[in-house]
């Protein structure tokens, strides 16, 4: 069993700054692309930023320059490191990663329960 445990969400006003993080525990013999997603009340979620396992990073249009993504592969962690944060950064954010397990020998992708990010005044 997988668990992705997301965490870092917090109120935060207009032009501020916060740090996600997401560990991933359980039977993980490797772990492949990880990402970020966010969502809205009424809306599609959608792709905020995701890493490869060798660093290769790719980033939605509207949060190019502010938000940086990385990953610590001896902690099975990804961090999210959003700065000059807008009210429209608010949302849910959710953690994905596709990873592959020794027991049983699967290959699948995983989410977060997420973790809520509002930017307000």
């Known amino acids: 069993q997988v668990q992705l445990v997301e965490s870092g969400g917090d109120l935060v006003q207009p032009g501020g700054s916060l740090r996600l993080s997401c560990v991933a525990s359980?039977?993980?013999?490797?772990?492949?692309?990880m990402g970020w997603y966010r969502q809205t009340p009424g809306y599609q979620r959608e792709l905020v930023a995701r890493?490869?396992?060798?660093?290769?990073?790719n980033y939605a249009d509207p949060v190019k320059g502010r938000f940086t993504i990385s990953r610590d592969n001896a902690k099975n962690t990804v961090y999210l490191e959003m700065n000059s944060l807008k009210p429209e950064d608010t949302a849910i954010y959710y953690c994905?990663?596709?990873?592959?397990?020794?027991?049983?020998?699967?290959?699948?992708?995983?989410w977060g329960q997420g973790t809520q990010v509002t930017v307000s005044s």
């Open positions: 359980g039977s993980i013999s490797s772990i492949y692309t």
């Open positions: 890493i490869g396992n060798y660093g290769n990073t």
């Open positions: 994905n990663a596709d990873i592959r397990t020794t027991l049983p020998m699967t290959f699948a992708n995983y």
